[in-house]
Every structure is written in structure tokens, then in C-alpha cells.
């Protein structure tokens, strides 16, 4: 039963047609298929996960009478472009055959993955580009730091606001050889190694010659999931840093809200150790996202959910997060198909739909990935709340955007309406003695 204060409080909203404010986005297109791209050509597609830090965003794209691909780099003002294809590999002896994706730190600073040909085959690498240029961190055929394997092929690399380079990498001819590693100043150091011994029990596996992903922050914490781990449980996540790790979740073990851990999978790490942790639990409502900070796990959105924008959620795919704590994700809701969902400081909100207005046009795709779930099939969140994301329209444009919170939704009254609130108050009062008496 409503008590009388609550009775008060909604009576008095009611008076004043005041409902609680939903923050609504505006959106600036960052590039798009009819421009000129930076170096040549003409922009013809993006990879589809661009990644916001501070005010710039990495953009992989391809273009028309261009390279065929290329990293750019948007600064608030413009774009530049860092690397392409068919641009000398510093450290490879050859060019780059393709740019692939990375990570931007808020100065700047970007570390990529990328390919060239050698032997008449594709092989990768990992570089860095920074305020000294651009450099090889590590390439294939590399011997791997105090080893006599040789590196084979790389995750997507991880750059902090300190400038260190994490990365995941596989061995040639000895799976055991396949770890994360670190790279500061130009040294290259492994700080996991497959076979390592487990916290919980059993051993890292890092499913055989595949290089893992690891996600990382400027305070030297590492997160990571093991494709599976012998001995104990078929996956886990670890957090802590490369000397103190600890097992967060893992198959089999009881998830926040129900059911238990599958697949869990590490997405990110915020500033203050937070871990973001996607899974689809079975006995569970759908995929479901959890964090874990010092050793609780807590449960935060998932399956079966109240979406913004109405219906409830049927699932999450993998969110990213920002140094502060920020999310950004996709999610499929009830009444609202493919929506771009963001969580900050003020709240959960729906940046975007299907179907929605965009540009003059109509969004017919926002790329949400159909195929197999990875780390890197997300939106781009930065510490203002801002999101970055691709979108495709009706009218055959396809884009780079950005949503930011500008104002509440129309229909919905700024908090700019308490002096009215303070002076309708006594007679909501009044109103409410009046019933008591009655």
C-alpha cells in the first residue's frame, strides 16, 4: 500500500504532469560513404566496431580508388589517416596487405593488428603507433622472448593510457609456447604462458595454437578467459595482475540471478579493476552481463530485463567498457528488435534502433553480428557517455556516428520544474488531509 508520503510524491507529479526524465541522444555523422577518404579515394565500407577514447575514434575502413584498407583516426576536428595497406611494415621487410582492428588510448596513441605477405602467404603482426611514429611490436616468425619458439598469429591488441600493449599470441610449432604478452618501451615480455598452473586448479590451455584475447588497464591489471581449462572447469575468467592472478568465474559455478556459469568470456576492464563478464548461463534467463570486482560478482543486465524503449530484453551480445565504468552494447528487446543500448552515471538508455530516424534516412542495419560472439563485436563507450557505432541507412549510406546525451526525450520535463514542485506542495498537502478527514 502506498504510504503517505509516497501518496504525496505521486500526487504532486501528477499536478505538475511531471513524468521522470529519458535521456535521448543527438548524433553527429562522423564519415560516411559519399566522402573523400584522407590519402585517396573514396570511403566504399567500415568495419563496423569503431572505438571512442576521450574525443577521438578509430575507424577501419575501405575505400574506392584507395588502399584497400586503412586505420583513421577522427580528432573532434578531422580525419587523418595512420595506416594503410600498401604502406611500408616498419620491421616486416614488405608492406602491409591489410589493416585490421585495434585499440586508442585518449591521447591518442594506437596499437593495431595488421597483415603482410611473406612467402606467398598472410601472415600478421602488431604495431603501435604513437607520438615517436610508427613501429613493429612483434611479428610472425619472431622469436617469442626467452623461448626458441617463433610467434605465428596475434589478437587484436590492447593499448592503455600508460601506452603499454597487451596482446595474445600463438606459437608456430608448440601450443604450450601460445600466451598473453606485454610490451613497454619497445621490450616484449610473456606474462601468461599456456600450461602456467591455474588459480582454482588445473592449467592454462588457451585452446592450443589460437591466440587468446586479454583486456587490460593503465594499472598493470590483466582480464582473460582461457578457451578452457584442464583439469578444473571448461572455462574461466582470471583478473589481478600477471604475478597475482584470481579466478573469477568459471563453468559450473553459480551466476548472480541464476543459474550457472556456460562459456563465461572477459570483455573489459575499467580503470578501477572492474570486470565486465558476458555469458549465457545455463538454467539462466539469457545472455546475461555480470561484473566482478574485488571478488563479488554482481549481476547487471540480461535476459528477461525491462528494455528502455519499451518490452523487456530476450538477450545481450558483448559490451565494452570505459575507463570510468561506462557500457555500451547491443541488445535485442520484445518490441524494439536490434537496439544500441549505453549505461554511465545517469542511467541505462537506448541510443538507437532499427527503423529509427538517422541522417535524414532510415537505419536499416546496425551490424549486429550474427555469426560467432568475440570480444570485439561491440559498440565503443568513452568516459563522457558518448558512443561510437556504424550504421547502415535506407537511402544506401553506410557510417560512422556518434550518440551523445543531450537532453530528456520530448514529452518528459526537466527536473527544472522543482520551484513548481515546492509551491504546489502545500496544496497537494491540503488535499491529502482533506482524504484523511473524509
Given at each position: 500500500?502506498?504510504?503517505?508520503?509516497?501518496?504525496?510524491?505521486?500526487?504532486?507529479?501528477?499536478?505538475?504532469?511531471?513524468?521522470?526524465?529519458?535521456?535521448?541522444?543527438?548524433?553527429?555523422?562522423?564519415?560516411?560513404?559519399?566522402?573523400?577518404?584522407?590519402?585517396?579515394?573514396?570511403?566504399?565500407?567500415?568495419?563496423?566496431?569503431?572505438?571512442?577514447?576521450?574525443?577521438?575514434?578509430?575507424?577501419?575502413?575501405?575505400?574506392?580508388?584507395?588502399?584497400?584498407?586503412?586505420?583513421?583516426?577522427?580528432?573532434?576536428?578531422?580525419?587523418?589517416?595512420?595506416?594503410?595497406?600498401?604502406?611500408?611494415?616498419?620491421?616486416?621487410?614488405?608492406?602491409?596487405?591489410?589493416?585490421?582492428?585495434?585499440?586508442?588510448?585518449?591521447?591518442?596513441?594506437?596499437?593495431?593488428?595488421?597483415?603482410?605477405?611473406?612467402?606467398?602467404?598472410?601472415?600478421?603482426?602488431?604495431?603501435?603507433?604513437?607520438?615517436?611514429?610508427?613501429?613493429?611490436?612483434?611479428?610472425?616468425?619472431?622469436?617469442?622472448?626467452?623461448?626458441?619458439?617463433?610467434?605465428?598469429?596475434?589478437?587484436?591488441?590492447?593499448i592503455t593510457e600508460s601506452g603499454t600493449v597487451y596482446f595474445g599470441a600463438s606459437a608456430q610449432t608448440d601450443g604450450t609456447q601460445t600466451g598473453?604478452?606485454?610490451?613497454?618501451?619497445?621490450?616484449v615480455e610473456r606474462i601468461v604462458r599456456a600450461g602456467q598452473a591455474a588459480p582454482g586448479g588445473g592449467a592454462f590451455s588457451f585452446s592450443g595454437?589460437?591466440?587468446?584475447?586479454?583486456?587490460?588497464?593503465?594499472?598493470?591489471?590483466?582480464?582473460?578467459?582461457?578457451?578452457?581449462?584442464?583439469?578444473?572447469?571448461?572455462?574461466?575468467?582470471?583478473?589481478?595482475?600477471?604475478?597475482?592472478?584470481?579466478?573469477?568465474?568459471?563453468?559450473?559455478?553459480?551466476?548472480?540471478?541464476?543459474?550457472?556459469?556456460?562459456?563465461?568470456?572477459?570483455?573489459?576492464?575499467?580503470?578501477?579493476?572492474?570486470?565486465?563478464?558476458?555469458?549465457?548461463?545455463?538454467?539462466?534467463?539469457?545472455?546475461?552481463?555480470?561484473?566482478?570486482?574485488?571478488?563479488?560478482?554482481?549481476?547487471?543486465?540480461?535476459?528477461?530485463?525491462?528494455?528502455?524503449?519499451?518490452?523487456?530484453?530476450?538477450?545481450?551480445?558483448?559490451?565494452?567498457?570505459?575507463?570510468?565504468?561506462?557500457?555500451?552494447?547491443?541488445?535485442?528487446?520484445?518490441?524494439?528488435?536490434?537496439?544500441?543500448?549505453?549505461?554511465?552515471?545517469?542511467?541505462?538508455?537506448?541510443?538507437?534502433?532499427?527503423?529509427?530516424?538517422?541522417?535524414?534516412?532510415?537505419?536499416?542495419?546496425?551490424?549486429?553480428?550474427?555469426?560467432?560472439?568475440?570480444?570485439?563485436?561491440?559498440?565503443?563507450?568513452?568516459?563522457?557517455?558518448?558512443?561510437?557505432?556504424?550504421?547502415?541507412?535506407?537511402?544506401?549510406?553506410?557510417?560512422?556516428?556518434?550518440?551523445?546525451?543531450?537532453?530528456?526525450?520530448?514529452?518528459?520535463?526537466?527536473?527544472?520544474?522543482?520551484?513548481?514542485?515546492?509551491?504546489?506542495?502545500?496544496?497537494?498537502?491540503?488535499?491529502?488531509?482533506?482524504?484523511?478527514?473524509?
Open positions: 500500500m502506498l504510504s503517505r508520503q509516497g501518496f504525496l510524491f505521486v500526487l504532486t507529479l501528477a499536478l505538475l504532469g511531471i513524468v521522470v526524465p529519458a535521456f535521448a541522444d543527438s548524433f553527429t555523422n562522423l564519415v560516411d560513404t559519399s566522402m573523400l577518404a584522407p590519402g585517396g579515394g573514396t570511403f566504399s565500407s567500415f568495419a563496423v566496431y569503431p572505438r571512442i577514447n576521450g574525443h577521438r575514434v578509430l575507424i577501419q575502413a575501405t575505400t574506392a580508388g584507395g588502399p584497400s584498407t586503412a586505420l583513421y583516426l577522427h580528432d573532434g576536428m578531422g580525419l587523418s589517416r595512420i595506416a594503410a595497406a600498401g604502406e611500408t611494415a616498419p620491421g616486416a621487410n614488405t608492406t602491409f596487405a591489410g589493416i585490421d582492428l585495434g585499440s586508442i588510448a585518449s591521447n591518442g596513441d594506437v596499437a593495431f593488428r595488421a597483415s603482410f605477405s611473406q612467402a606467398g602467404f598472410s601472415r600478421t603482426g602488431v604495431w603501435v603507433r604513437d607520438g615517436g611514429g610508427l613501429r613493429l611490436v612483434a611479428r610472425y616468425n619472431q622469436l617469442i622472448p626467452n623461448t626458441t619458439a617463433r610467434f605465428d598469429g596475434f589478437s587484436v591488441p590492447r598473453l604478452f606485454r610490451s613497454d618501451n619497445g621490450s595454437f589460437s591466440a587468446p584475447s586479454v583486456q587490460a588497464n593503465a594499472s598493470g591489471q590483466i582480464a582473460f578467459h582461457t578457451s578452457f581449462q584442464s583439469g578444473a572447469s571448461n572455462q574461466a575468467v582470471y583478473v589481478g595482475t600477471p604475478g597475482s592472478l584470481a579466478r573469477v568465474a568459471g563453468t559450473g559455478d553459480a551466476a548472480p540471478g541464476g543459474g550457472t556459469f556456460n562459456l563465461p568470456l572477459s570483455v573489459g576492464i575499467a580503470s578501477d579493476g572492474t570486470t565486465l563478464i558476458w555469458d549465457n548461463p545455463t538454467g539462466g534467463s539469457g545472455s546475461t552481463l555480470f561484473t566482478a570486482k574485488d571478488g563479488i560478482l554482481t549481476r547487471i543486465i540480461g535476459g528477461g530485463d525491462l528494455a528502455p524503449g519499451g518490452g523487456t530484453l530476450s538477450g545481450i551480445l558483448p559490451p565494452t567498457i570505459s575507463d570510468s565504468g561506462n557500457l555500451a552494447f547491443f541488445g535485442f528487446s520484445s518490441t524494439g528488435g536490434q537496439s544500441l543500448y549505453a549505461r554511465d552515471a545517469r542511467g541505462l538508455r537506448r541510443v538507437i534502433a532499427l527503423g529509427e530516424a538517422l541522417f535524414g534516412s532510415t537505419v536499416t542495419s546496425l551490424s549486429v553480428p550474427v555469426g560467432p560472439i568475440t570480444v570485439n563485436s561491440s559498440p565503443s563507450i568513452n568516459d563522457a557517455g558518448v558512443v561510437s557505432f556504424y550504421y547502415e541507412l535506407a537511402d544506401g549510406r553506410k557510417g560512422i556516428a556518434l550518440g551523445t546525451v543531450s537532453a530528456p526525450e520530448p514529452g518528459s520535463l526537466p527536473f527544472l520544474c522543482l520551484p513548481a514542485l515546492i509551491l504546489v506542495l502545500p496544496a497537494a498537502r491540503r488535499l491529502v488531509k482533506l482524504r484523511y478527514l473524509l
